[in-house]
């Protein structure tokens, strides 16, 4: 999809962590938006709100674990 794109892109230049929100369904997609440099991920499915699972990768962004909650819920 188009997202992982314009969260590659909007953190290339920003230095702010960004929380990736809206549009996210299922596990897959909100991995893609974490491998895409999202420092976590804002849901209304359910079913994802109780992951505990963490995912490798990002710490490109000032004071971003190097281990990111794979679903943070709002």
């Known amino acids: 999809g188009i997202m992982p794109r314009v969260i590659r892109d909007i953190s290339s230049k ?7 929100g809206g549009l996210i369904r299922s596990l ?8 895409a440099g999202a420092a976590g991920c ?3 499915e359910k079913s994802l709100w109780d992951l505990r ?3 490798k990768g ?4 000032v004071n971003q674990p ?7 819920y709002a």
């Open 14 to 20: 920003c230095p702010l962590p960004i929380i990736a």
């Open 28 to 35: 897959k997609e909100a991995e893609n938006a974490l491998a």
């Open 42 to 44: 804002a849901t209304a």
């Open 53 to 55: 699972r963490r995912f």
């Open 58 to 61: 990002g710490g490109n962004k």
């Open 66 to 72: 190097k281990s990111t909650s794979l679903v943070h």
